[in-house]
């Protein structure tokens, strides 16, 4: 089955689960989202700037020559 088809499955399971069902769910999303913004408040505040402007650069050029 395509990718559409399986995401319309899982939207069907996930519309079917009680609220109880999918509060764990919720939960680890919360807990992972947290874990997530630290990291990344992490890595922002120690990179050196002129490397986020040479990926900058690169994923801007690449993004040119990917999109047509």
């Given at each position: ?20 069902e ?7 999303s ?9 990291k ?29």
């Open positions: 089955p395509s990718v559409t088809v399986r995401a319309k499955e899982a939207a069907n399971v996930w519309n079917n689960l009680t609220e109880h999918k509060q764990a769910f919720k939960d680890e919360s807990g992972l989202r947290a874990e997530y913004e630290k990344r408040e992490e890595y922002f505040s120690n990179v050196d700037p002129e490397i986020l402007k040479e990926i900058n650069k690169c994923a801007c050029f690449c993004a040119y020559f990917s999109s047509g």
